[in-house]
């Protein structure tokens, strides 16, 4: 089935499918102002506040890395109620500072949520592990590695910041991965929904479609980051009430 992303696993241009806290300062000692008289009584020096540690908000995201992958070991239940599950495995270039069973648990949780594609009763996804058979595989390569796969999958030229969808997978660019979009304003997991459900859409048949009217949801089919045209940035192929978000072809 075609498939592709954010820019979201997808050709990002219309003939393609490419479009997905720092710690507290540490607290300074209170200095006492000495007294003339008499003598001051010496003042215990404080005990320095610990410095919390640092967790980070940013993934480093180099420019370009080894072109080598590192498949996930972590399979999952079926989600939705197909009777063909897409199978996938997730791989991540190597040397990046992402665990590949986490961006796979991330994933396969995104496929999973009630306004996913496993709305309609007819689609399933299951997550398989390193080895198993697979219909897809979804790459997170770095922004050089990404755009020599996409050149050489489908000849898009993707410019060191989309993604694509190539023959048996999907290429997700780091950066997206990581910075999310300048047309996105939300949660950088949610940019990451965006980017996994363009894509799995391509997969499962559907083709780039572009803004209903001002005010709207974005259609996930969309490419949101080439700008909103006066919708509502949006991560899920269905609203809330269930109903499918779309909008005219492109």
Not at 34 to 60: A, L, N
């Given at each position: 089935?075609?498939?592709?992303?954010?820019?979201?696993?997808?050709y990002?241009?219309?003939?393609?499918?490419?479009?997905?806290?720092?710690?507290?300062?540490?607290?300074?000692?209170?200095?006492?102002?000495?007294?003339?008289?008499p003598?001051p009584?010496p003042?215990?020096?404080?005990?320095?506040?610990?410095?919390?540690?640092?967790?980070?908000?940013?993934?480093d995201?180099?420019?370009?890395?080894?072109?080598r992958?590192v498949?996930?070991?972590?399979?999952?239940?079926?989600?939705?109620?197909?009777?063909?599950?897409?199978?996938?495995?997730?791989?991540v270039?190597?040397?990046?500072?992402i665990?590949?069973?986490?961006?796979?648990?991330e994933?396969?949780?995104?496929?999973?949520a009630p306004?996913?594609?496993?709305?309609?009763?007819?689609?399933?996804?299951?997550?398989?592990?390193?080895?198993?058979?697979?219909?897809?595989?979804?790459?997170?390569?770095?922004?050089?590695?990404?755009?020599?796969?996409?050149?050489?999958?489908?000849?898009?030229?993707?410019?060191?910041?989309?993604?694509?969808?190539?023959?048996?997978?999907?290429?997700?660019?780091?950066?997206?991965?990581?910075?999310?979009?300048?047309?996105?304003?939300?949660?950088?997991?949610?940019?990451?929904?965006?980017?996994?459900?363009?894509?799995?859409?391509?997969?499962?048949?559907?083709?780039?479609?572009?803004?209903?009217?001002?005010?709207?949801?974005?259609?996930?089919?969309?490419q949101?980051?080439?700008?909103?045209?006066g919708?509502?940035?949006n991560a899920?192929?269905?609203?809330?009430n269930?109903?499918?978000?779309?909008?005219?072809?492109?």
């Amino acid at each position: 089935m075609a498939a592709g992303l954010l820019l979201p696993a997808t050709y990002f241009l219309q003939s393609e499918r490419s479009d997905a806290s720092s710690g507290a300062p540490r607290a300074r000692p209170t200095h006492l102002t000495d007294t003339p008289t008499p003598p001051p009584t010496p003042t215990p020096t404080p005990t320095p506040t610990p410095t919390p540690t640092v967790s980070r908000s940013e993934i480093d995201v180099p420019l370009t890395g080894s072109g080598r992958f590192v498949t996930a070991q972590a399979g999952g239940a079926t989600v939705g109620t197909g009777s063909r599950p897409l199978r996938y495995v997730v791989e991540v270039e190597s040397g990046l500072d992402i665990s590949p069973s986490q961006a796979a648990k991330e994933i396969a949780g995104i496929l999973a949520a009630p306004r996913g594609w496993t709305h309609d009763a007819g689609t399933a996804f299951r997550l398989v592990s390193a080895g198993a058979p697979h219909d897809l595989t979804v790459k997170i390569a770095t922004p050089g590695t990404a755009d020599a796969l996409c050149w050489s999958g489908i000849q898009q030229d993707t410019g060191g910041e989309y993604n694509c969808e190539i023959p048996g997978g999907v290429v997700v660019n780091l950066k997206r991965w990581v910075k999310g979009s300048p047309t996105f304003d939300g949660p950088i997991h949610d940019y990451r929904a965006l980017i996994i459900n363009h894509e799995m859409g391509h997969f499962l048949g559907y083709s780039h479609v572009t803004c209903g009217g001002p005010g709207q949801l974005a259609p996930v089919m969309m490419q949101q980051i080439k700008g909103l045209h006066g919708c509502v940035a949006n991560a899920w192929p269905y609203d809330k009430n269930g109903h499918l978000v779309t909008g005219p072809p492109v």
